[in-house]
């Protein structure tokens, strides 16, 4: 069975702090895809990356960067320098080859981590 | 613009009443889906279709029915035996969902209250 833990429902910092949002993972499968996706209050689903379990290599795109390391299960998200553009719901997933040969594999979303950036 | 449009964005149903929830896409995707949000939840999945006229229960799909008659379109029926409706509801769409590497695209969402 697959899982998505968040632990942090919430976080609370300050403009131009530094912050991390944790995502670990459980799946039995040694082939599967790792995302992560934003929904600000308008509450559209934004997606942000996309991370192979094959590629270990850690992601930065501006402000975000992406920690992945299989030793732990994890796929952490740092955002560097936050603004309160950046308050929103985020939510962590995973995706797996489908069971019994069929090609759909499921993605299971973790509880998703509320993101509140004061100015 | 391509994207994924979803209507109404509120839907307000007295109990007993079946109600259907649009989706439609023009990203040329395969696959769509139909999530379930309650508050403090993650997303799940209620139904989705790799292709037209075919379509698999998720994970919570009783109460619920769907459609894929067209690439385009993938209605949601929210059922007068779904006990408790009141949710926000997500449809996505991508490319042939055999490669589980394609990311969904999501679209607006609608707000279902039971009265």
């Known amino acids: 069975a697959q899982k998505v833990t968040q632990a942090q429902t919430e976080i609370s910092v300050v403009e131009k702090e530094d912050v991390t949002l944790d995502c670990v993972y459980e799946t039995r499968d040694t082939t599967y895809y790792l995302f992560w996706y934003k929904q600000p209050p308008s509450g559209e689903l934004v997606f942000l990356i996309r991370?192979?379990?094959?590629?270990?290599q850690n992601e930065i795109s501006g402000r975000y960067s992406w920690n992945f390391q299989k030793s732990t299960s994890s796929f952490n998200f740092t955002i560097t320098a936050s603004q309160v553009v950046d308050s929103a719901v985020y939510f962590c997933?995973?995706?797996?080859?489908?069971?019994?040969?069929?090609?759909?594999?499921?993605?299971?979303f973790g509880q998703g981590t509320i993101l509140t950036v004061h100015p | 613009d391509g994207g994924i449009t979803q209507s109404p964005k509120y839907l307000f149903r007295k109990e007993g009443q079946n109600v259907t929830l649009s989706c439609e896409q023009n990203l040329n995707h395969d696959a769509m889906y139909w999530y379930r949000q309650d508050p403090g939840q993650g997303l799940r999945l209620i139904y989705y279709s790799q292709i037209v006229n075919d379509f698999q229960k998720g994970d919570i799909a009783e109460g619920y029915s769907v459609s894929r008659e067209k690439k385009e379109s993938f209605p949601l029926t929210v059922t007068s035996a779904q006990k408790n409706p009141t949710a926000f509801y997500l449809c996505?769409?991508?490319?042939?969902?055999?490669?589980?590497?394609?990311?969904?695209?999501f679209g607006p969402g609608t707000r279902l209250t039971v009265l």
């Open positions: 996505a769409s991508s490319h042939f969902a055999g490669t589980e590497g394609n990311e969904q695209f």
């Open positions: 991370r192979n379990s094959f590629d270990e």
């Open positions: 997933a995973l995706r797996t080859r489908g069971a019994g040969g069929t090609s759909y594999g499921k993605l299971t």
